[in-house]
């Protein structure tokens, strides 16, 4: 899908000179760019989420067995 993105000079002279050093299209560059930026994204949101019940007081199985008997 193309869109459009407006990028200042020197940034797009900063992404054709590495484009050209690697031997690949600007959009490529930017398609790289992108899914990277979304790969941390990805990361940072498991972070975030891991270890969120440590802080907790309560046997993660005796909290499994309360909440089941509340069924």
Known sequence: MRILVDIVESELKALDK???SEKVSRASLIRKAVNDFLDR???TKEAEA???WGNRKIDGLEYQDKVRNEW
Do not use: Q, T, V, Y
Request: aromatic share 12%; net charge positive; hydrophobic share 45%.
């Open 18 to 20: 590495i484009a050209k």
């Open 41 to 43: 994204h990805d990361r």
């Open 50 to 52: 891991f270890g969120l």
